[in-house]
C-alpha cells in the first residue's frame, strides 16, 4: 500500500500547503484512501506536519485531507 500522505510531504517545502488526495493513475481509490489519515497522523505527531483540515463525502468516507509541512 502506497503511503500517499509520506509521498506528498517528500515532495514539499517547509512552511507550504497541500492537499493529499486519492490518485486514480496510480491505483488509489476512495476505500484505499482511509488509511492516508492515520498516515498523516503519526507525521502530525512527529512534528513534521499539521493536518489542518479533512474533507469527507457524504457518505462519510475521507477524500482529501490538507497539510502544513512543519519540517
Not at 486514480?24 to 489519515?37: R, V
Not at 479533512?54 to 485531507?65: N, Y
Request: a neutral charge; glycine letters at 8%.
Amino acid at each position: 500500500m502506497r503511503d500517499i500522505a509520506k509521498e506528498v510531504y517528500t515532495k514539499m517545502k517547509i512552511g507550504s500547503v497541500a492537499w493529499v488526495k486519492p490518485v486514480a493513475a496510480k491505483g488509489d481509490t476512495i476505500e484505499s484512501f482511509q488509511g492516508a489519515l492515520d498516515s498523516a497522523k503519526l507525521l502530525e505527531e512527529e512534528g513534521l506536519i499539521d493536518v489542518q483540515k479533512v474533507t469527507r463525502q457524504a457518505d462519510g468516507l475521507i477524500d482529501a485531507i490538507r497539510i502544513l509541512r512543519l519540517a
